[in-house]
């Protein structure tokens, strides 16, 4: 069964830190990448990071806060979040497509539930 799982969300205070993970099943990761994509309330869900087999990352938020990472033998694709603001609070995707990394959501056809990120004093 194909499915991604996210986990490691939850509230933080600003200038705290996160990793997130997504966990995939079923899914053969040599020839899929993985990308991170975070919806915030009231605005349509927007890139953040992807990653591919070979560990080339392409980076869509680019404050230098972000870093995506995989561990194959755990078939797990991380994303680490440092300095976080109250602008980082959405809920975070992972999500997965055919070999080549692309920034807008319709381009991936496999989706996790999504893990909630709070920033807040």
């Known amino acids: 069964q194909l499915q991604l799982v996210e986990s490691g969300g939850g509230l933080v205070q600003p200038g705290g830190s996160l990793r997130l993970s997504c966990v995939a099943s079923g899914l053969n990761l040599d020839t899929n990448v993985i990308m991170w994509f975070r919806q915030a309330p009231g605005k349509e869900r927007e890139g953040v990071s992807c990653i591919r087999h070979n560990g080339f990352v392409t980076k869509y938020e680019e404050s230098g806060r972000f870093t995506i990472s995989r561990d194959n033998a755990k078939n797990t694709v991380y994303l680490q979040m440092n300095n976080l603001k109250p602008e980082d609070t959405g809920v975070y995707y992972c999500?997965?497509?055919?070999?080549?990394?692309?920034?807008?959501?319709?381009?991936?056809?496999?989706w996790g539930q999504g893990t909630q990120v709070t920033v807040s004093s």
């Open positions: 999500a997965a497509r055919d070999y080549v990394c692309l920034g807008f959501p319709s381009a991936y056809n496999l």
